[in-house]
């Protein structure tokens, strides 16, 4: 259209005439180049914006050195400028081996290399700042044309917290796992949805009589440990509806049919998202037997006791029972009440001495003598 701007590439050149002077002008249109220089201008400039408000550590770096170094890389490996970094190899920023005992150099070439064939790769690196403190990383590489020739950017980040909370897990879930296995109460985790075991201590195994393996991925109906069905449903209702049971006495049988009274307490837990039960139970069979041991025997004592009762006050013989330590009087049966001629309450606490049942004492006292001997 008339009145548009063309940028153009004017080329003169002096042509020999005689008697003239004579310039042929080369005119190229440079509109499509200047377009693209504008371009590249506006892409570099957008690119050098992400690469420095990057949050992230960006770095650049072909096979041999870093290339470029964003401000967040500066500050994650604790330099003051990015001259700390540039040139250095990629391998030369950590130490020599890496947590799994390859060598540092070793594996950085490799990771280079899959980067460069396939694309992209992302790994866990540990770094070495300049300054000796060795940082966990998160690495992602990408392989980009850059200024020409094909370069590799890495997004770095510092996983330090990730790691330490990684360490502290399995810490915590090393100690679980001792606890649990070494507890003398038996202890399982089972599915909510059917019942079957995921996680069984050395104590549930050894109760039931079945190795680990038979246990995991089944039920307790299918091992057929409940001594009733019916129990079972029932502990299983009260279960769901209210979430825990707490120290129930249930009947249960192992692997060779011996029953046993279980105090059985079960609660449900969440793991990973998914609804699951965590029971603990504590064999009291022996328990439940002394208890029936004693009943028992505590009845026959009573019985006992009720014969010894009657024998002792039916006796015409004069009967009575005296403490040692101070002589007094704890029973007397009734023929010797009536000989005394006193009530059991004027008689029970006091003395032979006391009720003036003795002529002379000294007689007494030899009697009592004797008896201590």
């Known amino acids: 259209p008339a009145g548009r701007l063309i940028p153009t590439e004017v080329?003169?050149?002096?042509?020999?005439?005689?008697?003239?002077?004579?310039?042929?002008?080369?005119?190229?249109?440079?509109t499509e180049r200047k377009l693209a220089e504008r371009a590249l201008r506006e892409s570099e400039k957008k690119f050098r914006a992400l690469f420095e408000g990057s949050s992230h550590g960006v770095v650049l770096h072909d096979e041999n050195q870093l290339l470029e170094v964003n401000s967040a890389a500066v500050r994650l490996f604790g330099c003051q400028s990015p001259q700390e970094l540039l040139g250095k190899h990629p391998g030369a920023l950590a130490p020599d081996r890496q947590p799994n005992g390859e060598k540092s150099a070793v594996m950085a070439a490799k990771y280079i290399t899959e980067c460069m064939t396939t694309g992209g790769i992302r790994f866990e690196w540990l770094a070495r700042a300049p300054n000796g403190r060795e940082i966990p990383m998160e690495v992602a590489l990408t392989r980009i044309e850059w200024s020409g020739r094909h370069v590799i950017q890495a997004y770095i980040t510092d996983i330090t917290e990730r790691v330490r909370a990684q360490a502290a897990l399995a810490e915590?879930?090393?100690?679980?796992?001792?606890?649990?296995?070494?507890?003398?109460?038996?202890?399982a985790i089972a599915h909510l949805s059917d019942g079957r075991?995921?996680?069984?201590?050395?104590?549930?195994a050894k109760w039931t009589g079945y190795a680990r393996n038979e246990i995991l991925g089944h039920n307790t109906f299918e091992l057929r440990l409940w001594d009733q069905p019916q129990d079972r449903e029932a502990f299983w209702a009260d279960l769901r509806r209210a979430g825990s049971v707490s120290d129930r006495k249930c009947n249960f049988r192992n692997r060779a049919g011996k029953l046993f009274t279980i105090l059985l307490s079960s609660e449900i837990i969440q793991l990973d998202g998914v609804p699951h039960i965590l029971a603990m139970g504590l064999d009291i069979s022996e328990r439940k037997r002394a208890e029936e041991e004693m009943r028992a025997s505590e009845a026959r004592l009573r019985e006992s006791e009720a014969r010894f009762s009657a024998a002792f006050q039916a006796s015409p013989?004069?009967?009575?029972?005296?403490?040692?330590?101070?002589?007094?009087y704890v029973l007397a049966n009734e023929a010797y009440l009536n000989w005394l001629g006193y009530p059991r309450a004027e008689v029970l606490g006091r003395t032979c001495v006391e009720l003036g049942l003795l002529a002379d004492i000294t007689?007494?006292?030899?009697?009592l003598q004797d008896m201590r001997e």
């Open 11 to 30: 080329r003169l050149l002096r042509l020999p005439a005689e008697n003239q002077n004579l310039i042929r002008a080369s005119i190229i249109d440079n």
């Open 172 to 187: 915590s879930e090393a100690r679980f796992a001792a606890a649990f296995q070494a507890s003398p109460i038996l202890t």
């Open 197 to 204: 075991f995921v996680l069984v201590n050395d104590a549930f």
């Open 317 to 328: 013989a004069f009967l009575g029972i005296l403490c040692m330590s101070d002589e007094k």
């Open 363 to 367: 007689e007494r006292d030899l009697v």
